[in-house]
């Protein structure tokens, strides 16, 4: 829905994508914007711990922690085979 309505009113410019962005982004709910930065998090801290990409995203849905991938979803990759 956001996309759509910034590819709707875009020219490809970057002077109008400068104003478009915080217009858009004052349309789309809290909330879709919350669970966003919440992905991402987690998705940033599986590559910490050192998951290539195709493991992060199972490790990401597999797992909904606070900010963070388990140990549990670490482990059924193989990725951590003798927990402390």
């Given at each position: 829905?956001?996309?759509?309505?910034?590819?709707?009113a875009a020219d490809?410019?970057?002077?109008?994508?400068k104003r478009l962005v915080p217009e858009i982004l004052d349309s789309c709910p809290v909330k879709t914007i919350h669970a966003f930065f919440?992905?991402?998090w987690?998705?940033?801290?599986?590559?910490r711990k050192g998951l290539n990409a195709k493991q992060a995203e199972f490790a990401?849905?597999?797992?909904?922690s606070?900010?963070?991938v388990?140990?549990?979803?670490?482990?059924s990759l193989g990725i951590m085979e003798n927990p402390a």
């Amino acid at each position: 829905m956001v996309l759509k309505g910034l590819r709707a009113a875009a020219d490809g410019t970057f002077p109008t994508a400068k104003r478009l962005v915080p217009e858009i982004l004052d349309s789309c709910p809290v909330k879709t914007i919350h669970a966003f930065f919440k992905k991402t998090w987690r998705c940033m801290d599986a590559y910490r711990k050192g998951l290539n990409a195709k493991q992060a995203e199972f490790a990401v849905k597999k797992f909904r922690s606070h900010r963070a991938v388990g140990r549990g979803v670490m482990m059924s990759l193989g990725i951590m085979e003798n927990p402390a």
